[in-house]
C-alpha cells in the first residue's frame, strides 16, 4: 500500500514569493491534515478535512495561507507572500474517518521549506 | 503549562542498553496515546498505539501508560544504531478529534 505522498521534497524562496506544497493522501483515508514542523518541535495542526470540507481550520494562518482538497482526494496548501518565520517542514497526514480506528494518523514524509 | 511535557535530550546510550523514553501530560481527558518515530529528513512514522491505560509490547518496543499520574513511556530493549531518531509521544482525548505532539526526544545509540 502506497504512503502518503507530498511534493515538493525540498523548496527554497525568497520572503514574498508564493509557494504551493501538493499531498496525495493514503488511498480510502477520509480524513486528511497538514501539519507544520519547526526545528526541535513537534507537528502543529495547520487545518484538517473530512472529505472535501475543512472542519478544523482554526490553526491555519488565513491571512497568507490557504487550503483546498478538490474531490476530497488530493490536496494543496498554498503560502503566499511567504515570510521568513515560514521556514518549517510541511507535513500532510491522513487516516480513516475519524474515530473509526482510534486517532492513529500517517504522515508524508514532508515538505521542507527555506525562506531566505 | 503546556499539555505535553517531553524532555529534548538529546539522549545517547550504548548499543543493547535499555532506553527509556517518557512525557508527561496535564490533561486527564486523554485517552489515546502514540509514539512516533522520526529519522532526520523524513516525516513521523507511527510505532506504538495504546488506548487507556496499561502496557502494549511490540518487539523490542513497550509503551507504558500511568493515567493516575498522567505519565506516559517507551521502552527500547537492545537498542540499536538504527534506532537513532527523534521519537515524539502524541495525545489526544475520547471523542475530540486535536492530536497534540509533545516536542520530540532525540536519541543517539552510541555503536
Known amino acids: 500500500e502506497a504512503g502518503v505522498v507530498q511534493s515538493p521534497r525540498y523548496k527554497i524562496i525568497e ?8 499531498c496525495n493522501p493514503i488511498s480510502g483515508h477520509n480524513t486528511l491534515y497538514w ?29 497568507r495561507f490557504s487550503a483546498e482538497r478538490l474531490k476530497g482526494v488530493d490536496s494543496t496548501l498554498k503560502i503566499q507572500p511567504a515570510e521568513l518565520g515560514d521556514s518549517a517542514v510541511y507535513l500532510c497526514a491522513s487516516s480513516h474517518r475519524w474515530g473509526t ?5 500517517y504522515f508524508g514524509e514532508g515538505s521542507w521549506l527555506t525562506v531566505v | 503549562q503546556k499539555e505535553v511535557e517531553q524532555d529534548p535530550g538529546p539522549l545517547s ?19 489515546y496515546f502514540m509514539w512516533y518515530r522520526q529519522y532526520s529528513r523524513k516525516g513521523p512514522e ?10 502494549k509490547e511490540d518487539g523490542r518496543f513497550t509503551a507504558q501508560v500511568d493515567k493516575s499520574s498522567k505519565y506516559i513511556s517507551l ?5 540499536q544504531p538504527s534506532d537513532s531518531a527523534t521519537y515524539l509521544c502524541a495525545m489526544s482525548a475520547k471523542g475530540d478529534d ?8 532525540r536519541l543517539h545509540i552510541l555503536p
Open chain 1, 15 to 22: 520572503k514574498k514569493q508564493p509557494v504551493a506544497f501538493w
Open chain 1, 35 to 63: 501539519y507544520r514542523q519547526n526545528l526541535g518541535q513537534g507537528p502543529e495542526l495547520l487545518i484538517r478535512y473530512e472529505n472535501e470540507e475543512a472542519v478544523d481550520d482554526s490553526q491555519l494562518p488565513k491571512d
Open chain 1, 101 to 105: 480506528s482510534g486517532n492513529t494518523i
Open chain 2, 13 to 31: 546510550v550504548p548499543e543493547g542498553a535499555i532506553v527509556s523514553l517518557n512525557c508527561t501530560y496535564s490533561n486527564s481527558a486523554f485517552q
Open chain 2, 46 to 55: 507511527l510505532l506504538m498505539y495504546t488506548y487507556s491505560s496499561g502496557n
Open chain 2, 75 to 79: 521502552f527500547i530493549r537492545d537498542s
Open chain 2, 98 to 105: 486535536k492530536i497534540i505532539f509533545g516536542k520530540g526526544t
